[in-house]
Nanobody, 123 residues
C-alpha cells in the first residue's frame, strides 16, 4: 500500500518548537517533491512549504519564512518540517503530500497525501 505517514505533532506553547516527519511506505520519496500543508478549523487547506526531490530547492510561504525549515533524508525516505517560534495561528492539522515538482500548492495536483498530524499552539 502506497502511503505517507506524518508524525511529530502535539501541543506546544507559543514560542515553542516542533519537528514534523513525513515517512513513505510502499514507494520511494526520493523521486518526489514534498510539500507540507496545514488546515485550521473552518479554513481551507493551505500550502506551507515545499522541497524538491533532491533537496536543492526549498520554498516557504511568507507567514512561516524564517521560522520553519523543510529538509529531507532520502536515505531514510523521510521529509521533515522543523517549526520554531510557533504562534497560535500555526495551529492546525499538518499534512504532507507528494508530486513531481515544487510547482504550487493546488491540492488536486498532488499524487499522495498523508492522514495528517495535529499541531496546537497555545497562547
Amino acid at each position: 500500500q502506497l502511503q505517507l505517514v506524518e508524525s511529530g505533532g502535539g501541543l506546544v506553547q507559543s514560542g515553542g518548537s516542533l519537528r514534523l516527519s513525513c515517512a513513505a511506505s510502499g514507494f520511494t520519496l526520493r523521486v518526489y517533491a514534498i510539500s507540507w500543508f496545514r488546515q485550521a478549523p473552518g479554513k481551507e487547506r493551505e500550502g506551507v512549504s515545499c522541497i524538491s526531490y533532491s533537496g536543492a530547492i526549498t520554498k516557504y510561504v511568507d507567514s512561516v519564512k524564517g521560522r520553519f525549515t523543510i529538509s529531507r533524508d532520502n536515505a531514510n525516505n523521510t521529509v521533515y518540517l522543523q517549526m520554531n517560534s510557533l504562534k497560535p495561528e500555526d495551529t492546525g492539522i499538518y499534512y504532507c503530500a507528494a508530486k513531481s515538482y515544487c510547482s504550487g500548492y493546488v491540492t488536486s495536483t498532488y499524487n499522495y497525501w498523508g492522514q495528517g498530524t495535529q499541531v496546537t499552539v497555545s497562547s
